[in-house]
């Protein structure tokens, strides 16, 4: 049933997930690219993967990289330059004080958007996890929102044929980082062409926002474009499986998702630091389908009704009938 | 199954729910005890209320508050000094710099010793909500402790028929109340017969602690000796109905009481501000059954041997399985 | 040097300051309209005070309330509709299901308007406190927010004397409001004539806000239009006296204000609860004028120059300096 | 003023600081100790180092160690054993489910106790912090509990030259660590001879804790033994500059530790990610003389006077007058 959706992955969940103590990782995961793509393989249902420009899509293999992904029958739905990896970036990337940095960021930008031409993927994620701040009095917020403005401006245009999205996320690595709302990036955005937004469940409910409203938000916007996957404990990005946390939260985001009519993907970003990357995507996949099994099993119209009347006691008896599975 | 557990509530469950904006309450519920015992005995499977002292039962009343609530079929498995609902307890009840107030404060717990004595009820249930400071260098905490100290080994032997709890809370009424988590109930109590602790499920979350962790701690100190059942959203005490949040958090507390071999109450202290209460009482009592069910349907064992063995995945599908009862 | 600007208070300031467990307050607050304005006369350098719709300023007294507030050197520069101390409003305002109650929220707003423009006043403050939600799959977002942006277009027109502004807040009274952060306003706002934002300083904070990058934002798309100062520990709505808690941020705010070239009201919205109301009053206007001065000291140009640098440690540093007044 | 006490920097304070984004860290840091060493050299006022096990000390360089310090001029104030940077501690290092791990993380705290004594080390710190869950249904807590207490009586009793602290985090790496506040420290070491704790201060601010309460508290029982400094916005371990965030929290923490007597180190254990490393450790201590000085400009006994009369607004002003050096 919720196959009218297509299950993804970003590679790096099959990697080692290091944290800032313990650099190797936790010693479960895969150090290369075809490392990866073998154990991504083994996930049942897997419809494509994520890539990240440079790491694993470049001027020198994107052809390669296409035939390697259609061999095993992947789709590639996403690349995400790489503007947080390199300590270049580390003082911002499209609103960097530095405007020799700015200028930079908008070509890697524009280097992925034709990697995504060349590879069929319609898609790159602008994500500026390093334009930020740590402390009070250490950014000037209108040049950096303008900057951001003139950064995505220069970066939609480029090439039409692949759409321009923002991910937005409150804080890390950043202690503050400006794109920080679904809100604020429908702001950022608007009125320029061929841009969208990314909505990571993740960085939503570490944001405060309730997430199917965010999207709901998104969608009347027309910016609900794509979406990650992955559960936390709202005080960081901590990258778990969908719905380990928040039950009855990811129940209304399915609801809300069949309800917006999206057909887009459903793509994980998890980092099963410890655990078995393959055994992690599967429980991941599971949860997903268990939840809109359950919408479908009451049906859209059904939960609507009650959804419309406003009742919290309603609501959380419709919560607990749809998790167990009975009325 | 869940009933070798008795199911309480606290009488104020059926009253007004007064905030800080709407001092009348939104137009649900009971202004009377007899309104509010008149809609108790409505909820099916109650077996028990906790009253207020003072508000609910007196020097005047006691005998004939007894025999009222037998006659509806109701035990009293605590009665609950009123600390705080007082101007005069405004700065503090046990710990407040003002003696006098501190004596009235034993004095206050002593009178409802003897109520619960009169009663057939087991237990008071000291809440120092008051007993805090809203600002750094608002308070001297080393006297705060030993007063907090002095005062439950000055309730504590007044009448050995009535065991004295102390239930704690991070924060409000005051920003910061002293007696914040288990731990520090437990090095408050130390050594003083006669006391034990009353785990507030929302107080526990609302306190950054994993609560079926608290249980496990309060337990191995044979302190572990009533519950009060409500969820949040972890920022403040919100007084939901049970699981209404934490859905996997609220099956593990299950599977530990069942675990602890508690045998306790399980008592609702939730805030139905804008609900029926009638029926968001029915709505938590069938959480709670739920909750219970689906521990006994997989076994205490089973759910051991996973939780023993410490992957996080495991526990993931553990909990998807609980809770929509399949494998 | 800070009085380009004025200073306001909210006038239940110098009230009881209920909270849900004490209903009386704490002992220290006036009951009367006219104990309310005696203790505001004696607290030094204040303005004007914002008065509430009905329990206030009414049809029948607004003339009176005017030269009584006259008379005592009080400008009036905001009337507050009340959408949220009575029970009718308690599942919503201009957002609530029932269609008879968003008509008459609006209803209310525009008398408001009416009894501004009567008084003198530019500004009514509309907080939809009420409209939002308890619980996932609890409100239809997508009706939600066209009934938001209905109800303001539907105010907005009436009397173009007095402009509409928008006070956002994550929770409370609701679990989540719809209208919870300055980018949601902005959006909220958007395209309607005759609006504005009204920025609650610990609303924003404890929407997980940086205050000054809000207050940016919010005057770069013309829509910083009034101030409510207040502090609190970021979890809740605490009221507390201005930069009690965020000496760094309230700074940052100084600051912006000044850059910004913001020229309105500096009004307190703070709940002394178990305090002294005119020494809290006085105590929130020194530390403001503390705030002011440090910033002054150093100079606009010379904190600007460090600002856009964005290195972390001369950030701390330079607080460091104005705070302690020295270099 | 200040100087009754030594200041000390964990030596990774000058190292190249990765997140788990940018494995490198962001170019200003040094990479050998040597490096770190001469940049520690440069910071005034540093009178020791922190070592960690293996990394900078062990069985081959012990002595050699002790005499690049000492011809530094630095003292080695604590060694803290590595239980956390190897993929063999993810899952645990002294409750891990696997006991030899266990054995092997008493091995490793005996060994840095040895080289501790051979390098006139006082003490080593235990930080478990790879002790704990992600997940509910992933520990058994009271498992944990009791090899945590056994691991801490096996490793105390090794070398009475060096005492054995415990250092507690509420989360990271792990979701939710065992050892998260200061009174489940105290129940954690208590009755086991040699053990004391170690309060980072950081870490008591991201467990909800009010810094200088935990202090009281840990003095009361004899366990306030050491002290990381640092500071961050509560929701996580930022490891930012001493009171760069909380102003008012880091003043009061001075004054307690000048009221309670505390002689120890003041210990730095900041990761100045992005910024010069030197320049971070001299604006820390900076600050942190500011605040003994501000504290020391009232007095205690004047300070005392006030903390002890429990006024909300006093404290505030007292505060402002404090931070301002104004009255």
Redesign the interface.
Known sequence: MYKQWKLGACLPTFAS???????????RGETTVEGMLAAAKKVKGLDGLELVGNWHINDGNVAQVKRQLADAGFAIPMIVPDL?????????SLAA?DAKIRREAVAEVHRCMDWAEAAGCPFVDVWP?QDG???????????A?KWLREGIAACAPHNRKVKVLVEYK????R??C?V??A??T??LIQGIPNTGCLLDIGHSLA??E?V??AA??LA??GALDYIHWNDN????D?D??P???H???F??IA??LRRLGYQGWLTLDV??????KV??AE?SF??IR?LFD?VEERGVPA??E????????E??????EL????R
Do not use: M
Request: hydrophobic share 40%; aromatic share 14%; glycine share 8%.
């Open positions: 997930c290091a944290d800032r103590y313990c650099l190797s990782g936790y010693g947080w990896t390199q300590a270049k970036w580390g003082r911002g004080v996890g701040f740590d402390h009070p009095l250490q950014a000037d917020y209108q040049d929102w409150l804080r890390e690595p202690n503050r400006f920080s709302s809100a604020k429908l702001l944001a405060a309730n199917a409203e709901a938000l009347d916007h404990y709202r005080g960081w901590d778990l499986i719905a380990s946390v039950q009855a939260e129940l209304e609801y809300w980092f099963p630091y410890r655990e078995e055994a992690a429980e599971a949860w268990e359950a939960i609507t009650i959804v419309r009347r406003g009742e919290g006691t609501s959380v008896r419709l919560v607990r998790l167990r599975g009975k």
